[in-house]
């Protein structure tokens, strides 16, 4: 795969700092910046996708919510009642 170069502006005592923190990790400055290019674009990724799931679930609940698809507010305290009732088994248990 051909390489790019890419120049960027810095403090010459960050530049030196980092050097030696690379060094010290028994690595260069260029791979641990490639390293941290390649995390930031995994993590932007993951978030976008994240972001792309929250919004649809947010899509279909509205949908839901307009075709008058909803619980009972009935049905949410027993749901609500019985989890606290298992937490409270739980926390008795330990």
């Not at 010290?24 to 995390?39: E, H, V």
């Not at 509205?62 to 698809?69: E, F, K, L, P, V």
């Amino acid at each position: 795969m051909p390489l790019a170069t890419l120049n960027i502006r810095i403090d010459p005592e960050l530049k030196n700092a980092f050097m030696e923190a690379a060094r010290a990790m028994d690595r260069n400055g260029s791979q641990l910046i490639r390293d941290f290019m390649r995390q930031t674009v995994e993590r932007q990724t993951a978030e976008t996708k994240y972001n792309d799931w929250f919004t649809g679930q947010v899509q279909d609940g509205i949908a839901q919510a307009d075709s008058g698809d909803l619980l009972s507010s009935e049905t949410v305290d027993a749901a609500a009642e019985a989890w606290r009732g298992d937490a409270r088994r739980k926390l008795d248990s330990k």
